[in-house]
Antibody, heavy 118, light 107 residues
Framework: QITLKESGPTLVKPTQTLTLTCTFS??????????VGWIRQPPGKALEWLGN???????RYNPSLKSRLTITKDTSKNQVVLTMTNMDPVDTATYYC??????????WGQGTLVTVSS | AIQMTQSPSSLSASVGDRVTITCRAS??????LVWYQQKPGKAPKLLIY???SLQSGVPSRFSGSGSGTDFTLTISSLQPEDFATYYC?????????FGQGTKLEIK
């Protein structure tokens, strides 16, 4: 059974750095073709892809956010970490991690709401 | 970036109706498109992959078609549990891009 779960702060202040962890089970990020992605959704708005990391440590980022994002993995812990710098109230959203295989997201975490406010 | 334009943005329909949602890509994406269903407070659920393949466990009233730039999601006979928001996603290239969503509401 494949599961993913996001964890991290629910509230961050403007200009702070957000760090979210995706802990997964039921698959390995060391297997060829597998990746984990991050997607966010502001309240009442559409989904936005943030970036992916793959089994070979290849990383892809949304160009609109690339300067602020870092995605890393710890294969031994089955974790992927998203770091987003210089948070702003417009970054308030539910953040999801998801497994990508065959280039699409088949399994998603439940999401975690992050509010950016002073 | 490839822009994915969904239409309509919202739709009112009744149980039993046949409903079609469209997604248009700003450039050709072969059949590298998936459809998701999202209910309030929940993560998206994969319905269709490769534009027309039904994900395991998804009812057969859902179907997808299209290739290149124009895609459709059809629900043949709406059930009460189908009222949700639907998104398309292209995975032809990076950045991955979603449509803006279609909210399906009860008439």
């Amino acid at each position: 059974q494949i599961t993913l779960k996001e964890s991290g702060p629910t509230l961050v202040k403007p200009t702070q750095t957000l760090t979210l962890t995706c802990t997964f089970s039921g698959f390995s990020l060391s297997i060829s073709g597998v990746g984990v992605g991050w997607i966010r959704q502001p309240p009442g708005k559409a989904l936005e892809w943030l970036g992916n990391i793959y089994w070979d440590d290849d990383k892809r980022y949304n160009p609109s956010l690339k300067s602020r994002l870092t995605i890393t993995k710890d294969t031994s812990k089955n974790q992927v970490v998203l770091t987003m710098t210089n948070m702003d109230p417009v970054d308030t959203a539910t953040y999801y991690c998801a497994r990508e295989q065959w280039a699409y997201f088949g399994y998603w975490g439940q999401g975690t709401l992050v509010t950016v406010s002073s | 970036a490839i822009q994915m334009t969904q239409s309509p943005s919202s739709l009112s329909a009744s149980v039993g109706d046949r409903v079609t949602i469209t997604c248009r890509a700003s450039q050709g994406i072969r059949n590298d498109l998936v459809w998701y269903q999202q209910k309030p407070g929940k993560a998206p659920k994969l319905l269709i992959y490769a534009a027309s393949s039904l994900q395991s466990g998804v009812p057969s009233r859902f179907s997808g078609s299209g290739s290149g730039t124009d895609f459709t999601l059809t629900i043949s006979s709406l059930q009460p549990e189908d009222f949700a928001t639907y998104y398309c996603l292209q995975h032809y290239n990076y950045p991955r891009t979603f449509g803006q969503g279609t909210k399906l509401e009860i008439k």
